[in-house]
């Protein structure tokens, strides 16, 4: 992503605008997760755009880490949650007989 982002919108030849939804289509397509192809076109989205307002690769490298973090957190915190379900169910079970 951030190769073509950066060559894309460097390139002057291919608007910004134009150069920002090419790359953010890419970075979706490199996930190959169908059901999150909305949720990582935006973010996708918000990387072009934050590049081409900073010139920084810094930003949407900031952005894609936080973005992982939390999912990381989220993914963590419902594993979690359901390995406490299945312990209750577990010993529930148990308890009955």
């Known amino acids: 992503f951030l190769i073509i982002a950066g060559c894309l919108i460097s390139y002057r030849r291919v608007p910004t605008p134009v150069a ?6 890419v970075f979706t397509l490199a996930h190959f997760t169908p059901e999150a192809f909305p949720k990582l076109f935006v973010l996708g989205t918000f990387m072009g755009i934050s590049y081409a307002q900073t010139r920084n690769l810094l930003a949407p ?8 973090t939390g999912v990381a ?15 209750n169910v577990v010993s529930e079970v148990l308890n009955y007989q």
């Open 61 to 68: 490298i900031t952005i894609h880490a936080f973005w992982n």
């Open 73 to 87: 957190l989220l993914l963590s915190s419902l594993e979690a949650y359901l390995y406490r379900i299945r312990l």
């Open 20 to 25: 920002i939804i090419i790359s953010a289509a």
